[in-house]
């Protein structure tokens, strides 16, 4: 099992930067494959982007590539997500999530653990 804690949300302008930071308990940090999905307000909740295990391998949506960058470090039990070029439309609740498998996956119903979430704003 593992609980999961985001951090780094706030307010920021269009084309400003925010770095999204994912601390997990536990001892098995690096056996679970990481994601962060967002939900903004009446909508449903939506993938962004997940990395492997051993941080060699990652995917992220369309909406996000290019300008996301997800990382982690096992050392540090870690999980983060860059945020660069931010557009209004980022807007949302921004969780990290964790699957105890090898495979990543986009679904959210694939994640058995899930973080508080943390709040972006991005104003035009």
């Known amino acids: 099992q593992v609980h999961l804690v985001e951090s780094g949300g706030g307010l920021v302008q269009a084309g400003g930067s925010l770095r999204l930071s994912c601390a997990a308990s536990?001892?098995?940090?690096?056996?679970?494959?990481m994601a962060w999905f967002r939900q903004a307000p009446g909508k449903e909740r939506e993938f962004a982007a997940f990395i492997s295990r051993s941080a060699d391998s990652t995917y992220y949506s369309e909406s996000v590539k290019g300008r996301f960058t997800i990382s982690r470090d096992n050392a540090k039990n870690t999980v983060y997500l860059q945020m660069n070029s931010l557009k209004p439309e980022d807007t949302a609740v921004y969780y990290c999530?964790?699957?105890?498998?090898?495979?990543?996956?986009?679904?959210?119903?694939?994640?058995?653990?899930w973080g508080q979430g943390t709040q972006v704003t991005v104003s035009s």
């Open positions: 999530a964790a699957r105890y498998s090898v495979l990543g996956s986009t679904s959210p119903t694939m994640y058995a653990y």
């Open positions: 536990g001892r098995t940090f690096s056996s679970y494959t």
